[in-house]
């Protein structure tokens, strides 16, 4: 899958998950969908996509106008954002996008909103970090492989709306 993605640390993490996921779909074609290893390579897809969204959605913005910044701002900004756990929730990026400014904030929900299957990309989102959650929380989650790979596609177009708000400045 191609992605619009500028940021070349994004783009080469949002690859590696996608051949992760064409050798995982290779595998569970050998193997049958009902064997019995199956599940655990569909929880660790969760895992893989949920983690490759999340570092996207705080690479892109921690990288904004990377090269101007002092030693000081950059260690803060890593520090306080960068290397800080979150959910790659919609949610979580608006509120991270309005600590640094309420403007790209708005950039971003107004891209958002002109995606042509908003509903479905924000569900696949939601969807992509509930089965995270329930699976880092005990639980087992009841997404397939396909929904797995159907959610991060979805989840990368909110990448690509979320740089886009950055660099229309």
Not at 91 to 105: H, Q, R, V
Not at 157 to 162: D, R
Request: net charge neutral; with cysteine; charged share 25%.
């Amino acid at each position: 899958m191609a992605f619009s993605i500028g940021n070349s640390s994004v783009q080469d993490r949002l690859h590696s998950c996608e051949d992760e996921f064409e050798k995982i779909n290779f595998i569970i074609k050998g193997m049958g969908s009902m064997s019995h290893p199956i599940p655990y390579l569909t929880r660790y897809s969760i895992i893989r996509a949920c983690g490759a969204i999340e570092y996207g959605f705080k690479t892109i913005i921690s990288d904004v106008n990377l090269e101007s910044q002092s030693k000081q701002l950059k260690q803060f900004v890593d520090i306080k954002f960068r290397n800080s756990s979150m959910n790659p929730s919609y949610s979580n990026i608006c509120k991270g996008l309005a600590s640094f400014d309420e403007t790209w904030k708005n950039k971003f929900k107004n891209n958002v909103n002109k995606l042509e299957d908003k509903n479905k990309v924000l569900d696949s989102l939601d969807s992509l970090n509930n089965a995270r959650n329930t699976f880092a929380h005990g639980g087992s989650p009841s997404t397939s492989f396909v929904n797995v790979q159907e959610y991060f596609r979805d989840s990368v177009k909110v990448l690509e709306a979320l740089e886009l708000a950055l660099i229309e400045n």
